[in-house]
């Protein structure tokens, strides 16, 4: 394992090429770079030559070191690499097509390629789409702004983050193969994707105000809606899940009505499934139980059923006028009322 972090390389990179082709092939598996600076960028030579030198590397992290590109031909003989890691860096899109051409990093299963420059996301997918065996991309913290309606991804694609993109709805252009997929903080208002196959998906610091719909996501284990404009859900809602394991709507402005809170305090080990429970669901009201744990707070009879207690208070209020009226028929009591203020 290589690893150099903080390091400022003042050569140009000229290669003895008969040396390193002579000593052999270099079975160093992993290597980290981490803010590398080339002082005199422009006279640096490319890696040609050094092709032996990386047909065995699996993971390479080049972070934080203003890549643009790599060379299509080098690219090819990372024949053996598996996880790739460039965040941080400045791949734009036109570049992207050289980076990843084909035939270029045939092993790869893990690409890391956010905090870059990438614009378009219907390139990007195509992009990638020539890597036959890539099943984790995160592109998360790109400024796409815009999504397709359709675009061609890996067939192997499993895990998508497109958290931080700017996008401003889902749509088709996300693929049906995907177990996971964050697509936090997108001011997303709703999600209506059918992913048949997702198993856990993250909406965390959108502006969505229900949960997202069940039937579309069947086999979902793990939903995240925190930091939402969610107020409440229903035991309709919470239970068309079905295979729900985890559910994290912590962090949300909950209006404790009596329908929410009867189904919170009666739903049976709601409190393994939600995520961050009792601390962070707080009621936001009614304001006399603002700030209040969700948990904690039993509202009284005539705060859950106004309507009814004030029904009832005037009924009782109509049989006592009704019984006051009898007895004093019965009894005479006008007869007598009058005899009193005759006589006095």
């Not at 941080?88 to 270029?104: H, P």
């Not at 045939?106 to 195509?126: G, I, V």
């Not at 999504?147 to 499993?158: F, G, Q, R, Y």
């Amino acid at each position: 394992e290589l690893e150099a972090v903080n390091c400022v390389l003042e050569g140009k990179g000229d290669w003895n090429t008969k040396a390193i082709a002579m000593s052999g092939q270099s079975f160093v598996e992993t290597i980290t770079l981490i803010k590398i600076m080339i002082q005199n960028f422009h006279l640096f030579f490319d890696l040609k030559g050094m092709e032996s030198q990386i047909n065995h590397l699996k993971r390479l992290t080049i972070a934080s070191s203003n890549v643009f590109m790599v060379p299509c031909e080098l690219a090819k003989h990372f024949s053996s690499l598996q996880y790739l890691d460039f965040h941080d860096n400045l791949l734009v899109n036109n570049r992207l097509d050289e980076t990843i051409c084909n035939g270029s990093w045939p092993s790869l299963q893990t690409l890391n390629l956010s905090q870059n420059s990438l614009k378009s996301l219907e390139k990007t997918a195509n992009f990638t789409s020539r890597l036959p065996k890539l099943n984790n991309l995160d592109i998360s913290q790109n400024n796409f702004r815009g999504i397709p309606d359709a675009c061609e991804w890996p067939k192997t694609l499993k895990y998508l983050n497109l958290s931080s993109t700017q996008i401003p709805k889902v749509t088709g252009c996300i693929p049906a193969t995907l177990e996971v997929l964050d697509v936090s903080a997108n001011n997303l208002k709703e999600f209506r994707l059918q992913l048949p196959n997702l198993k856990e998906l993250y909406l965390t610091r959108n502006q969505l105000k229900t949960l997202p719909g069940a039937m579309p996501i069947p086999n979902l284990v793990a939903l995240s809606v925190r930091r939402n404009k969610l107020n409440s859900f229903s035991k309709e809602e919470f239970e068309s899940f079905k295979r729900l394991e985890l559910l994290d709507a912590s962090d949300n402005n909950f209006i404790c009505s009596c329908e929410f809170l009867s189904f919170i305090h009666h739903e049976a080990g709601i409190g393994r499934v939600l995520v961050g429970w009792p601390d962070k669901y707080v009621c936001d009201s009614p304001l006399a139980v603002r700030g209040a744990q969700v948990g904690a707070v039993r509202l009284s009879l005539m705060e859950c059923h106004r309507s009814l207690v004030v029904s009832l208070v005037c009924v009782l209020v109509f049989l006592a006028i009704l019984l006051l009226v009898a007895l004093g028929y019965k009894y005479h009591v006008v007869w007598y009322l009058r005899m009193t203020w005759a006589w006095l």
